[in-house]
């Protein structure tokens, strides 16, 4: 004989070897209750998880970059469309995944969709873009500072083209940690400054100007991979890094190059120094930041928290 618990453990026994055995029959209202409730449970289970994604910060101006952070998550690496371009995700510990995006500067402000995937759910995050201040500037240059012979035509279109290949570049990650400002003087010239020149000519200040004395050391922005040291007819000396997965950090008019293409250098390493070559009118460094092809304003990338 049992005693009467020993029997209602026997009894779980043979229910549960009956149920992973498919024998079970649903002879009662309890039992199907029971199946119901399992086949629930099963359905739902790969929509339970619970994972956070954050746009990061809340608030993003035109010309911006930002960040999504997905947290909590034990599916496999998220997937992210942002204007039609995939967003690469890097992983930050347990659970953790980080992407990196940018908003052009003529794009029009409001509310973009991010299509985040991460394993069977799919969520579309918000993302609010507000309108950029930015200032306008008149200059007056001698006219043969802006007018070009048709061989410098030719050669900025050559560097153009070269540089527009550099960009299509999508390498490994190599940056490690937040981004940070390659000189520890004030700016000059912001991001997105429009100049008009000889009340005709436009250009949008595409990076950021910082004031430096000749000969002062430039540091890397982040670890990366040193892609061009070149005499560019604007840029003059023009060095660019390639930090992996989009990201680019562009040098412009040094007086000389402390590295060579093929280099990997760490964050802050001394990649060159302040000058005043190509289109400049004074020692001060162009400091430029792209992402996925997108100029970003250069301060709202190194305010990033990586
Ligand atoms: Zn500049």
Not at 195 to 216: C, F, P, W, Y
């Given at each position: 004989?049992?005693?009467?618990?020993?029997?209602?453990?026997?009894?779980?026994?043979?229910?549960?070897?009956?149920?992973?055995?498919?024998?079970?029959?649903?002879?009662?209202?309890?039992?199907l209750l029971i199946?119901?409730?399992?086949?629930?449970?099963?359905?739902?289970?790969?929509?339970?998880?619970?994972?956070?994604?954050?746009?990061?910060?809340?608030?993003?101006?035109?010309?911006?970059?930002?960040?999504?952070?997905?947290?909590?998550?034990?599916?496999?690496?998220?997937?992210?469309?942002?204007?039609?371009?995939?967003?690469?995700?890097?992983?930050?510990?347990?659970?953790?995944?980080?992407?990196?995006?940018?908003?052009?500067?003529?794009?029009?402000?409001?509310?973009?969709?991010?299509?985040?995937?991460?394993?069977?759910?799919?969520?579309?995050?918000?993302?609010?873009?507000?309108?950029?201040?930015?200032?306008?500037?008149?200059?007056?240059?001698?006219?043969?500072?802006v007018t070009f012979?048709?061989?410098?035509?030719?050669?900025?279109?050559?560097?153009?083209?070269?540089?527009?290949?550099?960009?299509?570049?999508?390498?490994?990650?190599?940056?490690?940690?937040?981004?940070?400002?390659?000189?520890?003087?004030?700016?000059?010239?912001?991001?997105?400054?429009?100049?008009?020149?000889?009340?005709?000519?436009?250009?949008?200040?595409?990076?950021?100007?910082?004031?430096?004395?000749?000969?002062?050391?430039?540091?890397?922005?982040?670890?990366?991979?040193?892609?061009?040291?070149?005499e560019l007819f604007?840029?003059?000396?023009?060095?660019?890094?390639?930090?992996?997965?989009?990201?680019?950090?562009?040098?412009?008019?040094?007086?000389?190059?402390?590295?060579?293409?093929?280099?990997?250098?760490?964050?802050?390493?001394?990649?060159?120094?302040?000058?005043?070559?190509?289109?400049?009118?004074?020692?001060?460094?162009?400091?430029?930041?792209?992402?996925?092809?997108?100029?970003?304003?250069?301060?709202?990338?190194?305010?990033?928290?990586?």
């Amino acid at each position: 004989m049992l005693a009467g618990e020993e029997k209602d453990t026997a009894m779980k026994t043979i229910m549960q070897y009956r149920f992973l055995n498919g024998l079970i029959t649903p002879s009662s209202g309890s039992s199907l209750l029971i199946l119901l409730l399992i086949f629930l449970i099963t359905l739902s289970a790969p929509y339970a998880e619970a994972f956070q994604a954050k746009v990061l910060p809340s608030n993003i101006h035109t010309g911006d970059a930002f960040m999504l952070r997905v947290t909590g998550l034990d599916a496999a690496e998220p997937s992210a469309i942002f204007e039609k371009k995939a967003l690469h995700f890097s992983k930050y510990g347990k659970g953790c995944f980080v992407a990196i995006g940018a908003v052009d500067i003529k794009s029009r402000p409001g509310v973009y969709l991010i299509s985040l995937k991460t394993g069977q759910q799919k969520t579309k995050l918000q993302l609010r873009v507000l309108k950029g201040s930015f200032k306008t500037i008149h200059l007056t240059l001698p006219e043969e500072k802006v007018t070009f012979s048709p061989e410098d035509l030719v050669r900025i279109d050559r560097e153009d083209e070269m540089m527009g290949s550099i960009w299509q570049i999508e390498s490994e990650r190599l940056w490690d940690g937040s981004f940070i400002l390659p000189l520890p003087n004030p700016f000059s010239t912001p991001f997105g400054t429009k100049r008009i020149i000889n009340k005709k000519t436009v250009s949008l200040h595409r990076g950021l100007d910082m004031q430096g004395k000749a000969g002062e050391a430039i540091q890397a922005s982040n670890r990366g991979r040193v892609v061009l040291t070149e005499e560019l007819f604007f840029g003059g000396n023009t060095l660019i890094l390639d930090h992996g997965q989009g990201i680019f950090t562009v040098y412009m008019h040094m007086s000389g190059f402390n590295v060579k293409p093929g280099d990997i250098v760490s964050k802050s390493d001394v990649i060159g120094f302040v000058g005043s070559s190509g289109r400049s009118s004074g020692p001060h460094l162009h400091f430029g930041v792209k992402v996925m092809r997108v100029n970003a304003n250069p301060v709202s990338i190194t305010g990033l928290k990586l």
